[in-house]
């Protein structure tokens, strides 16, 4: 029988026990990450925490809705055992009733059925597969790559490890707008928060660029569980742009992670240039789902539309 529980019914540890040893789990969905990122989530829960699946809810214009929380990007339905569409279904059909909009991603390996209220589109991820010597690696990328790590190396740049997230948030600030990036003070004081936790935990790591005259020209923060290095977030000024920095930057940390781990997720973009750029290291695409749960009145779901 699926369960709902409010915030507080939720048993932390069985639920930790339960990412941490599904086959699906994923950094993002663990208790303290989501406590840091979606304050006061809820949950649905099959057995005895086997099957799980965080609800992160919201309330606006008198309407309970479910949403996507920043810096996660694939949450869903979490196992121990393997899930099938009918288990995935039932989930979402257990969706508390009161709760009558949402728009949130699942994971790769949930595969949902569309039906009248509930429309999937699927979305990609971009990882490349490692557990392999890193000459292997290399002979897949692409030539623009190549030219950019030996453009970095004729520039005499290094990477430093341990630098302060703050650096790279920093970093990230005064060179991300361009990208469309609108995060407000709140979301950068979460994403400091929750950068922090990973290090203190042990499941997080940053790494950064130095310029021949020790300016920082590029940063990147990893997140390590389950066997995946997360590329959770990256920034680069432009002098590290003109001198492949970021370029350097992965292909360094492949060298050192690449028997360590067995996939890097670059956690996938809408933006092309981004795309082109995760895939020039000779990565894979994959799929996940992201739904749109709709229990509004037909006038309502249209207006709704038209603010969004």
């Known amino acids: 029988m699926i369960r709902h ?22 950094v993002y969905a663990f208790s ?3 406590d ?21 809810r919201r309330r606006k214009f008198f309407t309970d809705y479910l949403y996507q929380p920043l810096f996660t990007q694939q949450l869903g339905i979490f196992s121990v055992k393997r899930l099938n569409s009918e288990v995935v ?3 979402l059909d257990s969706i ?19 039906k009248k209220g509930l429309r999937v589109e699927q979305r990609v991820n971009i990882e490349l597969p490692l557990m392999r010597p890193m000459e292997d690696i290399r002979r897949k990328y692409s030539l623009n790559t190549r030219r950019n790590i030996r453009k970095a190396e004729k520039d005499h740049v290094y990477v430093a490890d341990s630098i302060k997230p703050d650096h790279l948030v920093h970093l990230f600030r005064n060179n991300m707008p361009r990208r469309g990036v609108r995060w407000n003070d709140r979301d950068y004081r979460v994403l400091n ?7 203190h935990k042990g499941a997080g ?3 950064g660029v130095y310029s021949s005259s020790n300016q920082l020209l590029a940063a990147a923060f990893f997140t390590y569980t389950h066997q995946r290095i997360v590329l959770l977030l990256s920034a680069v000024s432009l002098q590290g742009r003109l001198s492949g920095a970021m370029h350097f930057l992965i292909d360094d940390t492949l060298a050192r992670m690449c028997t360590q781990a067995h996939i890097l997720d670059f956690e996938g973009s809408q933006d092309q240039n ?7 290291f000779g990565s894979e695409v994959f799929y996940y789902p992201c739904i749109e749960l709709d229990r509004l009145p037909w006038l309502i779901t249209k207006l709704y539309h038209g603010l969004r």
Not at 8 to 25: H, L, M, P, T, V
Not at 193 to 199: A, F, G, I, S
Not at 274 to 280: D, E, I, M, N, W
């Open 193 to 199: 928060h929750l950068l922090y936790t990973l290090v």
């Open 205 to 207: 790591f940053t790494r």
């Open 5 to 26: 529980y409010t915030h507080s019914q939720i048993d932390k540890i069985k639920w930790d026990e339960c990412i941490r040893n599904a086959f699906n789990g994923n």
């Open 89 to 91: 279904q039932r989930f």
């Open 36 to 56: 840091i990122v979606a304050y006061g989530w809820e949950a649905l829960v099959e057995g005895d925490y086997e099957t799980v699946f965080p609800l992160t």
């Open 96 to 114: 508390p009733a009161e709760i009558r909009y949402g728009r949130f991603n699942l994971n790769r390996h949930n595969k949902p059925m569309e």
């Open 32 to 34: 303290w990450y989501l």
């Open 274 to 280: 981004l795309a082109r750029f995760y895939k020039s």
